[in-house]
């Protein structure tokens, strides 16, 4: 079982950035690819974006296609979502996950306790 653990959130303007970042420990970070998630106060958590175990692959939902990236640094069992153009509508506790195998965009666990991200001026 991996352990996750979610930080860099905060509160930005619109049009800010941010980098979240997730430190994993436990078992091997080997083989896991990395997913994070946002879940707005109501609502159900969705998936943002995924990156493989290589970092070769990545996937992202379609609203925060060229506005955010995930990265990761396996060295330091750790993963990235560099947030840029944060809109209102990015507000959310965000998550990150670990998935087994290949690359997807469902079936990920070992969730962290999240980092909130409010977007607001």
């Known amino acids: 079982q991996v352990q996750l653990v979610e930080s860099g959130g905060g509160l930005v303007q619109p049009g800010g950035s941010l980098i979240l970042s997730c430190v994993a420990s436990?078992?091997?970070?080997?083989?896991?690819?990395m997913g994070w998630f946002c879940q707005a106060s109501g609502k159900e958590r969705k998936f943002v974006a995924a990156?493989?175990?290589?970092?070769?692959?990545?996937v992202y939902e379609d609203s925060v296609k060229g506005r955010f990236t995930i990265t990761r640094d396996n060295a330091k069992n750790t993963v990235y979502l560099q947030m840029n153009s944060l809109k209102a509508e990015d507000t959310a506790l965000y998550y990150c996950?670990?998935?087994?195998?290949?690359?997807?965009?469902?079936?990920?666990?070992?969730w962290g306790q999240g980092t909130q991200v409010t977007v607001s001026s």
């Open positions: 436990g078992r091997t970070f080997c083989g896991y690819a």
């Open positions: 996950g670990a998935r087994l195998g290949l690359i997807g965009t469902t079936n990920f666990g070992s």
């Open positions: 990156i493989s175990w290589s970092g070769d692959n990545t």
